[in-house]
């Protein structure tokens, strides 16, 4: 039973959508801004936690090297985003990376770490323009980029505490319920993205 609550109250924390702060002006309305910003967002927030958990699952170096290539190379793409540089179907990539990071999760699949870095690394850039896109005008881009890489590193570290949890007994089934959960959810906002884009 203890184990049941504890799942639920995991799946009650990554459905749960924060309120959004309002716009502040300066460096710490821009920190402020890029913490809360992938916390708001609930297609961003689940790939995020994902990179962590499926990290862990493939355990050293992967462990710490996705969640380190995550936020660099996300910050890249938020600088593409600011300047406006046009990409393909960011919607549908950011989506695409909650379905395909979660599936990764799911069913346990160990590509390799090339493959595995490169997925984080590709899906990174079109979360980090998204995120440089929707750059609030009042906020400090330098706070903002600060806030929101280290508001992502910790979801990784989230992710990454649920995927070492999963070596205790009993705990395995959240972290494959944990990935599933995060597919169905990138599934339902590929739908959405595609509907948008059809």
Same mark, same amino acid.
Request: include cysteine; charge should be positive; hydrophobic fraction near 60%.
């Given at each position: 039973m203890n184990l049941r609550l504890r799942a639920l109250g995991? #799946?009650?924390?990554?459905? &749960?959508?924060?309120?959004?702060?309002?716009?502040?002006?300066?460096?710490?309305?821009?920190?402020?801004?890029?913490?809360?910003?992938?916390?708001?967002?609930?297609?961003? +927030?689940? &790939?995020?936690?994902a990179v962590g958990l499926w990290g862990a699952e493939l355990g050293v170096p992967a462990l710490w090297l +996705?969640?380190?290539?995550?936020?660099? #190379?996300?910050?890249? $793409?938020?600088?593409?985003?600011?300047?406006?540089v046009p990409l393909p179907v960011p919607e549908v990539f950011v989506a695409v990376s909650g379905l395909v990071l979660g599936l990764a999760v799911a069913l346990r699949w160990n590509p390799g770490l090339g493959v595995a870095a490169g997925l984080v690394a590709i899906f990174a850039v079109f979360h980090g323009h998204a995120h440089g896109?929707?750059?609030?005008?009042?906020?400090?881009?330098?706070?903002?980029?600060?806030?929101?890489?280290?508001s992502t590193g910790v979801l990784h570290?989230?992710?990454?505490?649920?995927?070492?949890?999963a070596s205790r007994p009993g705990w395995q089934v959240v972290y494959r $319920?944990?990935?599933?959960?995060?597919?169905?959810?990138?599934?339902?906002?590929?739908?959405?993205? +595609?509907?948008?884009?059809?």
């Amino acid at each position: 039973m203890n184990l049941r609550l504890r799942a639920l109250g995991l #799946v009650a924390a990554l459905l &749960a959508l924060p309120a959004s702060a309002h716009e502040q002006t300066g460096l710490i309305g821009g920190l402020t801004s890029g913490i809360l910003h992938p916390l708001t967002g609930l297609d961003h +927030l689940v &790939a995020m936690v994902a990179v962590g958990l499926w990290g862990a699952e493939l355990g050293v170096p992967a462990l710490w090297l +996705l969640p380190i290539i995550f936020p660099l #190379v996300m910050a890249i $793409g938020g600088v593409l985003g600011v300047l406006g540089v046009p990409l393909p179907v960011p919607e549908v990539f950011v989506a695409v990376s909650g379905l395909v990071l979660g599936l990764a999760v799911a069913l346990r699949w160990n590509p390799g770490l090339g493959v595995a870095a490169g997925l984080v690394a590709i899906f990174a850039v079109f979360h980090g323009h998204a995120h440089g896109m929707e750059l609030p005008r009042a906020a400090n881009p330098l706070g903002y980029g600060v806030g929101f890489v280290t508001s992502t590193g910790v979801l990784h570290l989230c992710g990454i505490g649920i995927g070492l949890l999963a070596s205790r007994p009993g705990w395995q089934v959240v972290y494959r $319920g944990s990935g599933g959960l995060i597919a169905v959810i990138g599934a339902y906002f590929l739908m959405r993205a +595609l509907g948008v884009l059809l």
